[in-house]
T-cell receptor, first 117, second 116 residues
Framework: DVKVTQSSRYLVKRTGEKVFLECVQD?????MFWYRQDPGLGLRLIYF???????EKGDIPEGYSVSREKKERFSLILESASTNQTSMYLC????????????????FGPGTRLTVT | AQKVTQAQTEISVVEKEDVTLDCVYE???????LFWYKQPPSGELVFLIR??????QNEISGRYSWNFQKSTSSFNFTITASQVVDSAVYFC?????????????FGIGTKLQVIP
C-alpha cells in the first residue's frame, strides 16, 4: 500500500515562528504536493514538486516555501507564521503524468492541523 | 482555466437511502481526467475513481456508481443503499495533462451525513 506520512497531526505555533511541516512517501513517486484545506474553500495547491530539488508554485504560494532534497521527502516551510495560516495542511504524492496514461491519482497523508496563535 | 463545482455543500440521508453527489466541471482541454476522493472523519483523502475524457462509460463498483456525461460536463457519484460508514466529505477533482505537469483542481467538497 502507498504510504504518505506527515510529521505531526496537530501543531500549535506562535505568530512569527518558523514552521516546518514534513512529508514522506514510500512509493517512489516523482510528484509531491502541498495543499491547504479550509472550510468552504476545498483544497488549494500551495506548491508542488516534480523531481528532487524542483518546485513549482501552486495557486497560493505566498508566505510559504518548500524543500525537496530527497525524492521521498517534501517539506513545507512557513518562514514567519501568521494567524491566517491556521489551517489543515495535506501532503500528497503521485506518479508523473504520461502522454499514454495521462494523469495519475494522488495519495494523501493524514494531514497536519496547524494553529497559529 | 479549469473549475470544479460541487453545488451541494452538505447532504443528510437516512441509512439505506440512495444519494447522488453532483460534480460539474469546466475546462478548455480536450484531454482531461476526473477523480473522486473520499475524506472520512480521520482526515486522509482516499482515491475512489479516475475517469478520462474519452471514456464516457458509466462505472459501478459495489454500492458506488459514477455517471460521466460530457454533454453536460458532469461527473456525478451515486451511493446506493447508503451506510453510516459512507459519512465523509467527498471531493471531485479535475486534472489536465500539460507537457509533463498535471494541474489538479478540486471542488470544495460535499459533506455527506448518513443517519442511522
Amino acid at each position: 500500500d502507498v504510504k504518505v506520512t506527515q510529521s505531526s497531526r496537530y501543531l500549535v505555533k506562535r505568530t512569527g515562528e518558523k514552521v516546518f511541516l514534513e512529508c514522506v512517501q514510500d512509493m517512489d513517486h516523482e510528484n509531491m504536493f502541498w495543499y491547504r484545506q479550509d472550510p468552504g474553500l476545498g483544497l488549494r495547491l500551495i506548491y508542488f514538486s516534480y523531481d528532487v530539488k524542483m518546485k513549482e508554485k501552486g495557486d497560493i504560494p505566498e508566505g510559504y516555501s518548500v524543500s525537496r532534497e530527497k525524492k521521498e521527502r517534501f517539506s513545507l516551510i512557513l518562514e514567519s507564521a501568521s494567524t491566517n495560516q491556521t489551517s489543515m495542511y495535506l501532503c500528497a504524492s503521485s506518479f508523473p503524468p504520461t502522454r499514454r496514461r495521462g494523469s495519475y491519482e494522488q495519495y494523501f497523508g493524514p494531514g497536519t492541523r496547524l494553529t497559529v496563535t | 482555466a479549469q473549475k470544479v463545482t460541487q453545488a451541494q455543500t452538505e447532504i443528510s440521508v437516512v441509512e439505506k437511502e440512495d444519494v447522488t453527489l453532483d460534480c460539474v466541471y469546466e475546462t478548455r482541454d480536450t484531454t482531461y481526467y476526473l477523480f473522486w476522493y473520499k475524506q472520512p472523519p480521520s482526515g486522509e483523502l482516499v482515491f475512489l475513481i479516475r475517469r478520462n475524457s474519452f471514456d464516457e462509460q458509466n462505472e459501478i463498483s459495489g454500492r458506488y456508481s459514477w455517471n460521466f456525461q460530457k454533454s453536460t460536463s458532469s461527473f456525478n457519484f451515486t451511493i446506493t443503499a447508503s451506510q453510516v460508514v459512507d459519512s465523509a466529505v467527498y471531493f471531485c477533482a479535475l486534472s489536465a495533462y500539460s507537457g509533463g505537469y498535471q494541474k489538479v483542481t478540486f471542488g470544495i467538497g460535499t459533506k455527506l451525513q448518513v443517519i442511522p
